[in-house]
């Protein structure tokens, strides 16, 4: 139980263009789903906090307008990279949790690799 | 300020040898501690965690943690490595924001190279 999908596990884009990216928990209900951003040998970076029907939580220096999170329903949510740019590629990693415990454990989509050229 | 660290880049161990790998934290309240192992290219998956009860916690994959209040710590640990053990190792903890919400902060990652 507990899986977390993301979709697709990687993309190619050309710079200027937008890249949507899809984080589905399987066979829960997420009621709150987290998104990371993680450079080559470092760290996961937290990027937004999003819970369902309502703006996601952004992390300080990460920009809104350019990392759109939408979670529309309590099995999907989406991080759109708007014009994205080389400096964007990186390794995007989902997570989702839910009820009352959504911050006592999350469970980790496989991850997106984002190359921007 | 919040924060994990994992003092070690990598940690080399040769197979069948117990491996230890450091995690220490610094949280505001009762502390919840993970640790999570991520292969190439793939997202992160749970090991353990520890919330409350016994020091030392038992997870996946014959891994075990000990929490250690007072030194503020969360070492891995596993008995005799195995080469299939060789990962990037992440140690997280939860914390309390300023707006009463949660989330989660991850040390900066423990390579394992287990030698055959």
């Known amino acids: 139980g507990a899986v977390v999908s993301q979709h697709p596990s990687w993309v190619i884009c050309k710079s200027g263009t937008s890249v949507k990216i899809e984080c589905r928990s399987l066979d829960f209900q997420a009621t709150t789903m987290f998104w990371y951003r993680q450079f080559p040998k470092q760290s996961l970076m937290l990027m937004a906090t999003s819970n369902e029907g309502s703006k996601a939580t952004y992390e300080q220096g990460v920009e809104k307008d350019k990392f759109l999170i939408n979670h529309a329903s309590l099995t999907l949510s989406t991080l759109t990279v708007t014009s994205a740019h080389p400096e964007d590629s990186s390794f995007y990693i989902c997570?989702?949790?839910?009820?009352?415990?959504?911050?006592?454990?999350?469970?980790f989509g496989p991850g997106t690799r984002l190359t921007v050229l | 300020a919040q924060s994990v660290a994992q003092p070690e880049d990598q940690v080399n161990v040769a197979e069948g040898n117990p491996l230890t790998v450091k995690c220490t934290y610094s949280?505001?309240?009762?502390?919840?501690l993970f640790w999570y192992v991520q292969y190439p290219n793939r997202g992160l998956q749970f090991l353990l965690k520890?919330?409350?009860?016994?020091?030392l916690v038992k997870g996946s994959y014959g891994f075990e943690a000990e929490f250690n209040k007072s030194q503020t710590s969360f070492h891995l640990k596993k008995p005799s490595a195995l080469v299939s053990d060789s990962a990037l190792y992440f140690c997280a903890v939860r914390a309390l924001r300023a707006s009463g919400t949660y989330k989660y902060i991850f040390g900066t990652g423990t390579r394992l190279k287990v030698l055959a």
């Open positions: 949280v505001s309240g009762n502390p919840y």
């Open positions: 520890y919330i409350t009860g016994d020091n």
């Open positions: 997570s989702a949790g839910f009820g009352t415990s959504g911050y006592n454990e999350q469970f």
